[in-house]
């Protein structure tokens, strides 16, 4: 059997991410698709970006899971040494919650009164010697059976600009993956970049302008919490949370019920062609975790995220699998709807 054609949409939410590298790992299991172009922000862009560098090395869907273990294990490991701790009485508790950290309320202190706008030791973001460790971006570029697309904001203009495989480097990468109030904005082109999830998390834009095709979303930044933030640090990341949410949810709602994206999204050359879209979401779980677990790169956290993300792929394959190629299954609820599905 031919092997179906499937476009990815992987959304950024900080350590989130691994719920992505767990459904990306489940996903890649399955001999059915064949993923050929990928779109992301902040971490799916990252995620994208090192599972492109996997396939690339010879090692087809093999390599690419072996990369993102890697990726992810490395920042696990090297985690245990950061002093972005959860307390004692956390751990003891089994809390995922950095809310009693005081490396994590000192983090967005510094950036209340400061602001990362300069680059120093304290606002580079360590990203950057992962990245340029663990991903070869001179094989990225040239991966040519994947088309990836990132997302980043322009900070002088307000607006989102997409890079393209052929033109990604870890400068680009760091530039969607900015946390503004966390690390200095990114320079690229003389161009200053935040976060990619401001205006596209993730782009859906570039994966439209692809032939008909099936359009798989991985959710991974929950629309709504149990609970209210609690501290400004709290405050500041819930802000962020849902001004990332604002272009998912009209974009989904453009593409689920108008039949088309809006004319700026969309530019005077793409003919837009209906597509079948499906959701993989994992909110319900995530949703109901403190916000600020989303700064907790702690391995055990990691490798808990991976499996849930595991979990809901499985599910998803299980109830809708069978419909790639034939008829959309996304279910608008985690989105429109996210209240409820965090009380079921």
């Known amino acids: 059997m031919t092997p179906k054609p499937v476009s990815l949409g992987l959304q950024g939410g900080g350590t989130y991410g691994a719920f992505t590298w767990g ?75 950095m809310e009693h950290s ?10 209340a009164l400061a602001g990362p706008v300069m680059e120093t030791a304290l606002s580079l973001n360590p990203l950057r010697n992962l990245l340029s460790s663990l991903v070869n971006f001179e094989r990225v570029r040239h991966c040519e059976e994947l088309e990836l697309f990132v997302a980043a904001t322009n900070v ?6 997409i890079f393209r495989r052929a033109e990604l480097d870890v400068q680009k990468v760091l530039a969607s993956a900015c946390l503004p109030t966390v690390f200095a904005a990114v320079e690229v082109e003389g161009e200053s970049y935040w976060d990619g999830s401001y205006v596209a998390n993730p782009p859906l834009a570039p994966l439209v302008e692809r032939p008909p095709r099936d359009l798989i979303v991985v959710q991974n930044n929950p629309v709504a919490r149990a609970r209210m933030p609690r501290s400004m640090a709290d405050i500041s990341n819930r802000s962020n949370e849902i001004a990332f949410n604002i272009s998912f949810v009209r974009e989904i709602s453009t593409l689920q019920y108008v039949n088309g994206l809006p004319d700026e999204s969309r530019g005077a050359q793409m003919a837009f062609a209906p597509m079948r879209l499906h959701l993989i979401s994992g909110t319900d779980t995530l949703g109901s975790y403190d916000i600020s677990s989303k700064f907790n790169p702690e391995l055990a956290f990691l490798n808990h995220l991976h499996d849930c993300g595991v979990a809901a792929a499985e599910s998803w394959l299980r109830e809708h699998g069978s419909s790639v190629g034939v008829r959309s299954t996304m279910d608008t609820t985690p989105v429109f709807f996210a209240d409820q599905a965090l009380r079921a």
């Open 156 to 161: 002088r203009t307000g607006t989102g600009r």
């Open 23 to 97: 459904v990306l790992d489940r996903l890649l299991d399955e001999e059915a698709f064949r993923f050929d172009s990928l779109s992301g922000s902040s971490s799916g862009a990252v995620n994208a970006v090192v599972l492109a560098d996997g396939y690339a090395e010879g090692g087809d869907r093999r390599g690419a899971q072996a990369a993102l273990r890697r990726f992810w294990t490395t920042l696990g490991t090297l985690a245990s040494v950061s002093p972005m701790q959860r307390t004692p009485l956390d751990r003891l508790a089994g809390n995922w919650t």
């Open 102 to 111: 005081p490396a994590y309320q000192m983090l967005e202190m510094l950036g």
